[in-house]
Every structure is written in structure tokens, then in C-alpha cells.
Nanobody, 125 residues
């Protein structure tokens, strides 16, 4: 019953920008931990950012100062603004939600069980 769905991916040149969206329920966005993760084929899924129910955000070091996660409770949406994109940012980006108010300290995908289908971000020249 707790579901999320991503959108907004695309193909851009290095240095470009994209904004990803994650649609969930208003209740989930208002109260629960939510997060963005990404995965390249053949590699482990890795954390990008997580947002606590109160809106506190934590980022992976690799995206700090380039990506911005936020949420709009009234819309039931979480966003990820990706700026100054690099080739190594190319990945499938996934949204997740967890039925607790505070996210686990570590950005570990094993801590999450509910995922969207993903939206592809491709950065190439």
C-alpha cells in the first residue's frame, strides 16, 4: 500500500541539470523518511540523499554541493535537483520510503524495502 514512483530523468551533457520527482502519498511525504538512491548496471545501489519526516536532509559526499533534495508535503512529492552533472552521475535513480520519521544514519539501501521503478539519468558529451 505504501508506494512511490519516479519521473524526470533524461539525457544531458556534462555540466547540465535535471530535476527528478518522486510521487508518494501526502501522508508519507509529511511523516516518513524518504530517500534517493542510484545504481549502475553491475554495481551496488548507493545512497544519494535522505530526508527525515521533519525535512532534515543528508547527502552522500559525492553529490554534496551539486544535488539538492527537497519535498512538498502538500503535493505528496519529493524532488532531487541535479546540477553540474558529471558523466559518473549516469545511473538509474530510485526513490524509496520507510515507515519511520527519522532515516537510518547510514545511506544503506538494505535499510529500505519499498522502491519505485527508477528513472534513468544519462550524462554524456
Amino acid at each position: 500500500q505504501l508506494e512511490v514512483a519516479e519521473s524526470g530523468g533524461g539525457s544531458v551533457q556534462p555540466g547540465g541539470s535535471l530535476r527528478l520527482s518522486c510521487t508518494a502519498s501526502v501522508h508519507a511525504v509529511s511523516h516518513y523518511c524518504m530517500g534517493w538512491f542510484r545504481q549502475v548496471p553491475g554495481k551496488e545501489r548507493e545512497g544519494v540523499a535522505v530526508i527525515d519526516g521533519d525535512g532534515s536532509v543528508r547527502y552522500a559526499d559525492s553529490v554534496q554541493n551539486r544535488f539538492t533534495a527537497s519535498k512538498d508535503k502538500s503535493l505528496g512529492k519529493m524532488f532531487l535537483q541535479l546540477n553540474n552533472l558529471r558523466v559518473e552521475d549516469t545511473a538509474m535513480y530510485y526513490c524509496t520510503v520507510r515507515d519511520q520519521s527519522v532515516c537510518p544514519w547510514h545511506l544503506n539501501p538494505a535499510s529500505y524495502r519499498i522502491w519505485g521503478q527508477g528513472t534513468q539519468v544519462t550524462v554524456s558529451s
